[in-house]
């Protein structure tokens, strides 16, 4: 872990903040190349109507834009949840030199937890992988949020049945 994962890592929870403003779940990430952030998403996939629209994508497509090359060879991706299959995909098709992630996705963890795309030594690209930086403030974003949704469901459900 560099110092500045954390610093870093502030950013994309700022990310997962605007996507929990927009009542997404609140998953966030940039990217960096050298010390300047080309890349920023949060979740947008019911904002946009685009199940793609992960974090991770987002912040993908605008450093692309940013840097004007698909290809990210010297970038570290920061984002707050393990990412899942279809954008851990996403990372090693744009050559992401780097990830960096808080918290594990145990059920759907496309790098670490369920599968491991970013290093499958079958695929033509493999990147360093760095978990577990601010891993506490991330877990506790996400399931806040759902449990707030739960709580919501149990209201609404207790009110039409009260």
Not at 54 to 74: F, G
Not at 81 to 97: D, F
Request: glycine share 8%; aromatic share 4%.
């Amino acid at each position: 872990m560099t110092p500045l994962d954390e610093i870093w890592m502030r950013f994309a929870l700022d990310e997962a903040e605007e996507a929990r403003s927009l009542d997404e779940v609140p998953i966030g990430a940039v990217v960096v190349i050298g010390e300047r952030i080309v890349g920023r998403g949060h979740n947008r996939v019911i904002t946009d109507q685009d199940p793609t629209a992960h974090a991770e994508i987002v912040a993908l497509r605008d450093a692309a834009r940013t840097m004007r090359n698909y290809r990210l060879i010297d970038a570290t991706v920061y984002v707050t949840i393990e990412p899942c299959a279809m954008c851990a995909g996403a990372l090693v098709n744009a050559r992401v030199k780097r990830l960096v992630y808080g918290a594990k996705d145990d059920k759907a963890g496309g790098v670490e937890s369920v599968f491991r795309i970013c290093t499958d030594d079958r695929l033509n690209h493999r990147l360093e992988v760095r978990s577990g930086v601010l891993e506490e403030e991330c877990r506790e974003m996400i399931q806040s949020f759902f449990r707030e949704k739960r709580k919501e469901k149990g209201q609404h459900k207790e009110g039409v049945e009260g």
